[in-house]
């Protein structure tokens, strides 16, 4: 009848409307859920590229960093050396003049003053007149031959002619026995050169054998010193070992660095020719004085 049709068309618009409002809840649920997942990668996103600018800027900090202290060091090294340098030029020039103080005292104290006293010997002679000349010439003459001997040992000391002639050995060697003479110290030479040294290696190497032997001399109270000197054809050895007081390791460091002028210009003539010096000595036990140089 028509009443029931329009009880089952109401009926059917009722199920259409409730599946229809469901069907918009759930849309609705799911456009949110959707927003909040987009929000949420956004935020990461930006957060991602926040973390990257902050490393960025963090690297960038530090590659400054990195490049300043190196700057910072190297002018700090650089004003090391300046300071090195510079004490190595006032340590040189005065030690120049220290040499060049004993060079004049040397000639005052010996040829100078007994070149003098034979002149007024010979000028009082002829003043007398009278007497026996031979004893006053042949007393004056001794002295000359002195002095000469002085003047001579003087001249080898600035630059032994022996260096140019016999070498390096041959000039150790000549040293050694005028040496011996005058300070009553046995020496042993020992040498084993196998190739030609160069004027410049020998004239170092003859340098520091004279400064070590004059200290040896003047501190060591030695009886006996032994040199060595050797090549293999790359690198040339001194090694000057005496058997006097030494003095103790910890006392090495100062004395080559303030105490000894002597000590210090060896070193520094030793590493000024790109080479190594090295100085054991212990209480009793002597002093081992060592130079290596490149051939």
């Avoid at 049709?5 to 109401?10: D, H, I, L, M, W």
Wanted: net charge negative; hydrophobic share 45%; proline share 2%.
């Amino acid at each position: 009848s028509a009443a029931v049709r329009r009880g089952e068309t109401a009926a059917a618009a009722d199920r259409i409307s409730r599946v229809a409002t469901a069907h918009l809840y759930a849309t609705d649920e799911q456009m949110h859920a959707a927003s909040v997942w987009y929000r949420a990668q956004a935020a990461r996103t930006l957060t991602r590229a926040r973390i990257g600018v902050v490393i960025v800027i963090l690297l960038l900090l530090a590659l400054f960093v990195w490049f300043y202290v190196g700057a910072l060091r190297g002018r700090r090294r650089a004003e090391r050396l300046e300071r090195e340098r510079e004490q190595l030029f006032h340590r040189a020039a005065d030690a120049a003049e220290d040499e060049q103080r004993r060079l004049a005292a040397d000639l005052h104290d010996g040829p100078i003053q007994q070149l003098t006293t034979i002149a007024l010997t010979l000028d009082l002679a002829e003043m007398r007149g009278t007497g026996d000349r031979t004893a006053v010439l042949q007393e004056a003459r001794a002295h000359v031959g002195e002095q000469i001997e002085a003047l001579r040992q003087l001249m080898v000391e600035l630059r032994p002619p022996a260096l140019d002639t016999v070498g390096l050995v041959g000039a150790l060697r000549d040293y050694l026995a005028r040496y011996e003479e005058r300070t009553g110290v046995a020496t042993e030479l020992v040498a084993d050169v196998r190739c030609d040294l160069g004027r410049d290696v020998q004239t170092t190497l003859y340098r520091i054998a004279q400064e070590a032997l004059t200290n040896v001399s003047k501190h060591a109270h030695a009886a006996k010193v032994c040199v060595t000197v050797c090549s293999d054809g790359t690198e040339a050895t001194l090694e000057i070992v005496d058997d006097g007081t030494g003095f103790a390791e910890s006392e090495a460091a100062a004395a080559a660095a303030n105490l000894h002028v002597g000590l210090t210009l060896m070193r520094e003539r030793v590493e000024r020719a790109g080479g190594a010096w090295r100085l054991t000595t212990s209480p009793g036990e002597g002093t081992v004085v060592r130079a290596v140089l490149p051939v």
